[in-house]
């Protein structure tokens, strides 16, 4: 059987200040709290938290999708081209 880790990630008013300084959309902030989280098999338990800037219409295109969040499938698809890249540099 394998492990399930849970990760604890905690939203604080001070993360949300930042990110809104940082020009995080009102809308596109998370809930203030701890969330819960059950990381995917293949990532690193050490996952980093990293902020990036998106073009609005690129966020707008994943958003209008009937599909799981957003950020989570931007982040499948950047996983795929990192995928097929590793792929391909071993032919």
Do not use: C, W
């Not at 880790?5 to 993360?15: A, G, K, R, Y």
């Not at 809308?27 to 073009?55: C, S, T, W």
């Amino acid at each position: 059987m394998i492990n399930e880790q849970i990760i604890e990630v905690e939203v604080t008013p001070e993360d949300l200040n930042e990110m809104r300084a940082e020009g995080i959309a009102e809308e596109d902030l998370p809930q203030p709290g701890i969330k819960r989280y059950r990381p995917a098999r293949h990532i690193i338990k050490d996952k980093n938290k990293v902020m990036i800037f998106l073009d609005a219409d690129i966020v707008e295109h994943f958003k209008k999708r009937d599909e799981s969040s957003y950020q989570t499938q931007i982040n499948q698809k950047l996983r795929q081209i990192i995928e097929r890249e590793n792929s391909e540099n071993f032919r």
